[in-house]
């Protein structure tokens, strides 16, 4: 029997201090929570097929799609559609909180990754299998 995911989102982020770490995986989308530090950025990447979704809960940034810079911060959501090249970066003093749902999964099922140089050390090792979180 699948479970699926329902939990309080707002306070499971605002209280994230991880990079990345992934909540739910299911076959066709994938929730994961993420932390940047003040200065600190994703890096540009370009998901030639998935969707992704951002909801900023804390803190203020900048998602970059395809050049161009989109001011974000706390209750603002973005979507980047498949094959745009894309960066999220933290331009404020206090860490930038938010959470990303992939359509499809990108990454394995409950993956923690507590800073960006452990998640670029592993992002190569870690990419979805296919496993789901039910």
Known sequence: MKRGFCDD???????????????????????????????????????????????????????????RENPVQGDFAVIVPAGARHNVRNTGTEPLRLYTIYGPPEHKDKIVQATKADAEARHSREEWDGATTD
């Open 9 to 67: 989102i707002e306070r499971l982020t605002i209280d994230n201090e991880d990079f990345r770490r992934v909540l739910y995986t299911g076959g066709h989308l994938q929730l994961v929570l993420m932390t940047l530090q003040p200065g600190e950025e994703i890096g540009e990447e370009v998901h030639s097929d998935r969707d992704q979704f951002f909801r900023i809960e804390d803190g203020q940034g900048s998602i970059d799609i395809d050049g």
